[in-house]
């Protein structure tokens, strides 16, 4: 007996293809048939995650070779300067470099609620008065965009809204109307139809972002695109996403305060480490001109264990002071706890103060906090932190009007750091009348109303203080 069977069902090609799954890296992007505790690419652990193959094309062998590209001596390329395309808002071009340049890709991250939509509809609404600007969200309806707007008081009336998470629908109308600055809130809600995987994937991030940067790049766009963040801190998605764009820039800041902190990590066209701060009002984000002004405390009288110290966040010297408390331990194991600083550095600092200072603290717990919630990572705030351990352990206060900057090295010495000039300049300008610094970072003109004493060993800078 024989059954008739359909010819245009007897063809395999005309069945389904199962989806296949694979584990994606989502630190390096690196594609495993099954999934391990580390990634074999990178050597991360637990950040293989599920996802589903997507069909390739292959190409035959035997096709014609693309032309190759001309090579072309770089002596004969001419350099020139990118053109800025300023926000409007000087916290924020001073951490983009000077503005936004066309073409240029930014990524920017944050805690949720932490105020990136508010700082981009206000970027957006000033930019809008002199050119075509587009705001498109795939996380709120226009209306909630209007709502935003209208409850800052911001002028939106010349402002284009595109609620829309489809990237093909994003293209097509970049294309068509080719605008000169772009926001994309957020890249995680975009999706391509070429793929099969949810939003927010691996393969979905990589992809639209792939996508996004080479229209940005063939239409001349300034793009911004908005990134989540995991619990971490960390950008979500995978690694290469930060290496596609062209800026990465976080946004920081506690929830509990007003105070919003804006930091770049990565700029092409500009200097990382670059600070912008901001406060949160109810008319949205308000430039701090004075940051200073935020990390110093304000006493009536100089107390113990206060010392003030001078960072370098980019360009922008910043004053901040370096809070110590010592107490008596009541335990085995006396508690180090460090808040803003690197808490290994308080470990060989106190050892430095113990074998070159004769100032034991192995039967004190010690606590360090930077005023402000500011986080200091480079050892220019070495010899303040060990100056406020001091006052704190004697119960003496240092001089008010005083900075303290220098980095102390294992052998006891004062070594100098970076752009000791432009810190002392800061200082003066905000009325300190005296500096502790490294010998090597004095000036030999000295600086009008600043009385500059350089030491390079940690006990010459103890008799300073005792002094």
């Not at 099954?34 to 995650?49: D, F, I």
């Not at 430095?352 to 606590?367: I, M, N, T």
């Not at 810190?423 to 000295?446: M, S, V, W």
Request: glycine residues 8%.
């Amino acid at each position: 007996m024989s059954y008739y069977v359909p010819l245009h069902l007897e063809s395999p090609n005309n069945f389904m293809a199962k989806a296949k799954t694979i584990y994606s890296c989502t630190e390096c992007g690196a594609v495993e048939p099954k999934w391990q505790g580390q990634c074999p690419s990178c050597n991360a652990w637990n950040t293989l995650v599920e996802a589903v193959s997507e069909p390739t094309v292959t190409q035959s062998r035997f096709a014609s070779l693309a032309p190759t590209a001309q090579l072309q001596k770089l002596a004969n390329v001419e350099a020139l300067e990118f053109a800025r395309q300023q926000t409007g808002i000087g916290e924020f071009d001073r951490v983009l470099g000077g503005g936004l340049v066309a073409g240029g890709v930014v990524l920017i991250g944050g805690d949720p609620g932490i105020g990136k939509s508010t700082l981009l509809l206000q970027t957006m609404c000033k930019l809008s008065q002199g050119q075509k600007a587009f705001y498109i969200s795939g996380e709120e309806s226009a209306q909630q965009i209007a709502m935003r707007a209208q409850r800052l008081g911001l002028d939106a009336r010349q402002l284009d809204v595109l609620a829309e998470i489809n990237l093909e629908k994003i293209s097509h109308v970049l294309q068509q109307h080719q605008p000169q600055v772009v926001v994309i809130d957020s890249i995680q809600t975009v999706y391509s139809e070429a793929l099969q995987s949810a939003p927010g994937s691996v393969a979905q991030v990589r992809e639209c972002s792939a996508q996004l940067t080479r229209i940005a790049k063939q239409l001349g766009v300034s793009m911004i695109l908005v990134g989540h963040v995991t619990k971490e801190g960390a950008l979500a998605g995978p690694r290469v996403l930060e290496h596609i764009v062209d800026c990465v820039l976080y946004f920081e800041g506690d929830q509990n305060s007003s105070f919003r902190l804006i930091r770049a990590i990565k700029n092409r066209f500009g200097a990382v480490n670059e600070l912008g701060v901001f406060a949160m009002t109810e008319k949205g984000l308000r430039e701090v001109t004075n940051p200073s002004a935020l990390f110093l405390s304000q006493h009536d009288s100089p107390v113990p264990g206060s010392c003030i110290t001078v960072t370098q966040e980019g360009t922008r010297p910043l004053l901040v002071e370096v809070q110590a408390l010592v107490d008596t331990a009541h335990g085995a194991n006396p508690k180090r706890l460090c808040v803003g600083v690197e808490q290994n550095r308080l470990a060989l600092l106190l050892a430095v103060l113990h074998r070159h200072a004769g100032v034991p603290c192995f039967d004190q717990d010690v606590f360090i906090n930077a005023v402000g919630g500011v986080k200091i990572s480079e050892p220019a705030v070495d010899l303040a932190m060990l100056l406020a351990i001091v006052s704190s352990l004697k119960n003496k206060p240092l001089p008010s009007k005083m900075v303290v900057f220098g980095e102390v090295g294992l052998a006891g010495e004062v070594r100098p750091i970076q752009r000791g000039q432009e810190r002392l300049k800061e200082a003066a300008k905000l009325g300190f009348t005296h500096a502790i610094i490294p010998k090597a970072n004095a000036p030999k003109a000295g600086i009008a109303g600043l009385t500059i004493h350089a030491v390079d060993r940690l006990d010459q800078a103890l008799d300073c203080f005792r002094q």
